[in-house]
């Protein structure tokens, strides 16, 4: 819906909207957030790239004409995009079956993959495909995010500890570690090593020894952001001065100054075939955890997300990605937290992180050069710590032993089958355990709580019934696979002795009748009228009972449909007063299991 004011076209370029409003203070504080976000992002890129098995200058291509775009779509005032590191793991996975890492043909494909990933994106975007997502569970996503951080941390070993290791799974990784320990040098593993124990240091105790000098809280914070390329320089200089680099410590190399190459990517169809699916995967996965941080940022300052525009503006990065010798990427959890917290007011000092980046690129390039692999490989792992969120695996299989079972099968999967079979094993177990779950709905007999218009479970409260009237509480919507369940549960109830006259469904939590439901509904109409038993609906949503107004249902319907449960009790117990129930009237019913209170 246009907003008053909103420039026409502001739905598809929200810098019309934001950029009218634009002023000194926010040019000021988006400043001072994209040299913070510059700081952090260039090691960052560089080590992504590395991650990916491509040239580190790639984690910067994708870091400039990218921003720019998500500038003019996006609709994420914090959001920072760019190499991601499960997207650069999911890279590397995709394009190692292609093409042997470092090669000419892997950096093509590179930009093959990132072309087809906006595509996705974008084509989303524009058919408003964002609910799409939802079907990656938030347990699935967590266990996939958790495997692919152990997954990241080990594939790093390489470069921190200087050996031979390749493998895109956990045992393979880990296959040739103890043959490559054995012929260890010394050089690398200092410098990787003192670099892992120098950011775990500054990460542990870094803010409480800055506050202790004076420095306020949230300066610290955003000081303790720039670790990362602290440790590098330091990192450097040492293995500078000990004349190891080069000379027993790989370092990143020739970084090619000035703007990058502008291109169309190119390739046999055959590639395009094979990448299409890893795109699809990557598209999903990276826009997943680019709205998370987004979405939380965005309700954090009270500002509105739109999921769908964000498609349009993760889409727009990617194509400006593949065109200018990038890589896949997407919003970064952490850089998007350091953006915030730093001040940025619009997407403008996402522009300006790439006019830093550009910067840096025509000024140090030289400088980078010298940088060691091992301290790149260290920033990586200390920054997939994060991602290892175990506490959740506890929480999740305590609630719901399912989805638990789905997370810790999704873990297992990433680790011993790749990426993509893991994401695919836990999309697969949630799509199945939600089936599972549905197709047997949880049905209530219930009872009326005496002097009262509320109805409850016969089994959790202590409550009145009726012999004549047996109600039946649905929890469920209605759909091809747990009609069979339905029907049994309603057999059970009519069979047993003396048999009701009069069967009630209350459908308060019924959303959707599908029309194999409807033909049940039908049939178990017939069976009960040729028994003599009334069926009755009560409390049908209004949406429901639109579409079941002209159906053959509502025109057979040996019952009546009530408004409330209340009505229906009230009204067809007047109808059968005349014919008290065997055994009895209207009895009371102890709960037999939980306790009376909140539980229906």
Same mark, same amino acid.
């Given at each position: 819906m246009k907003r008053s004011g909103e420039h026409p076209l502001a739905r598809w370029l929200p810098i019309l909207d934001w950029g009218r409003r634009y002023d000194r203070h926010r040019l000021t504080d988006d400043l001072l957030a994209a040299l913070i976000v510059t700081l952090m992002l260039v090691p960052q890129a560089l080590a992504y790239a590395m991650l990916a098995g491509l040239p580190p200058v790639t984690g910067l291509y994708a870091s400039l004409l990218p921003l720019a775009i998500y500038t003019l779509l996006g609709s994420s005032s914090t959001l920072s995009v760019g190499p991601m590191a499960v997207v650069s793991l999911m890279t590397a996975a995709a394009l190692g079956r292609v093409a042997?890492?470092?090669?000419?043909?892997?950096? $093509?494909?590179?930009? =093959?993959?990132a072309l087809l990933s906006g595509v996705i994106l974008l084509v989303m975007g524009l058919c408003r495909l964002g609910f799409l997502v939802n079907f990656l569970s938030h347990p699935v996503m967590t266990g996939f995010v958790s495997?692919?951080?152990?997954? *990241?941390?080990? /594939?790093?070993?390489?470069?921190?500890?200087? !050996? #031979?290791?390749?493998? /895109?799974?956990? #045992?393979?990784l880990l296959d040739g570690l103890p043959q490559a320990i054995a012929g260890l040098g010394m050089a690398t593993p200092l410098v990787g090593l003192g670099s892992l124990a120098m950011l775990w240091s500054l990460r542990r105790w870094g803010r409480g020894g800055l506050m202790r000098l004076g420095v306020p809280g949230r300066a610290a914070a955003l000081l303790l952001k720039l670790a990362p390329i602290v440790t590098i320089v330091v990192a450097a200089l040492v293995a500078g001065a000990a004349g190891w680099l080069g000379h027993g410590v790989a370092v990143i190399g020739t970084i090619p100054a000035g703007l990058p190459p502008l291109g169309l990517p190119t390739g046999e169809p055959e590639l395009w075939r094979t990448l299409l699916w890893p795109a699809v995967l990557i598209s999903i996965v990276g826009y997943v955890e680019s709205v998370s941080v987004a979405? $939380?940022?965005? =309700?954090?300052?009270?500002?509105?997300?739109?999921p769908d525009q964000e498609l349009i503006g993760l889409g727009g990065a990617n194509l400006a990605a593949a065109f200018s010798g990038g890589m896949p990427i997407t919003g970064g959890f952490?850089?998007? !937290?350091?953006?915030?917290?730093?001040?940025?007011?619009? #997407? $403008?000092?996402?522009?300006?992180?790439?006019?830093? *980046?550009?910067? =840096?690129?025509?000024?140090?390039? #030289?400088?980078?050069?010298?940088?060691?692999m091992a301290s790149l490989a260290a920033t990586i792992i200390i920054a997939v710590l994060s991602l290892v969120d175990l506490p959740a695996f506890v929480r999740v299989w305590r609630y719901a032993r399912g989805e638990g079972v789905a997370m810790v099968a999704t873990v297992a999967a990433t680790l011993f089958g790749g990426v993509e079979i893991g994401i695919l094993v836990g999309v697969g177990l949630s799509l199945a355990l939600h089936l599972y779950g549905t197709s047997r709905p949880h049905t209530a007999e219930v009872g009326r709580v005496p002097g009262t218009e509320h109805f409850r479970n016969v089994r959790r409260h202590a409550v009145e019934t009726d012999a004549r009237v047996a109600i039946l509480r =649905?929890?469920?919507?209605?759909?091809?696979?747990n009609v069979r369940h339905l029907e049994d549960r309603v057999t059970a109830v009519v069979n047993r002795q003396p048999p009701p006259r009069h069967l009630v469904l209350t459908c308060q939590a019924i959303n959707v009748i599908d029309a194999t439901a409807l033909e049940s509904l039908e049939a178990l109409n017939r069976r009960l009228a040729a028994a003599g038993i009334g069926l009755h609906l009560a409390e049908v949503k209004g949406p429901v009972m639109d579409r079941l107004e002209d159906t053959s249902l509502m025109k057979t319907l040996n019952g009546r449909v009530f408004l409330s449960t209340f009505e229906a009790w009230q009204m067809l117990l007047r109808s059968t007063i005349a014919q008290p129930a065997a055994g009895g009237a209207t009895v009371r019913h102890r709960a037999t299991s939980g306790e009376q209170g909140p539980c229906v």
């Open positions: 042997e890492a470092g090669s000419a043909d892997y950096v $093509a494909a590179a930009l =093959v993959l495997a692919s951080g152990v997954l *990241i941390a080990a /594939s790093q070993l390489k470069h921190l500890l200087g !050996v #031979p290791l390749s493998g /895109s799974t956990l #045992p393979a979405q $939380a940022l965005a =309700v954090r300052r009270g500002e509105r997300l739109e952490s850089r998007s !937290v350091v953006n915030f917290d730093a001040g940025a007011r619009t #997407p $403008a000092a996402g522009a300006f992180t790439a006019l830093g *980046i550009l910067l =840096v690129m025509l000024t140090f390039s #030289p400088w980078l050069e010298r940088l060691p =649905v929890d469920e919507s209605l759909y091809f696979a």
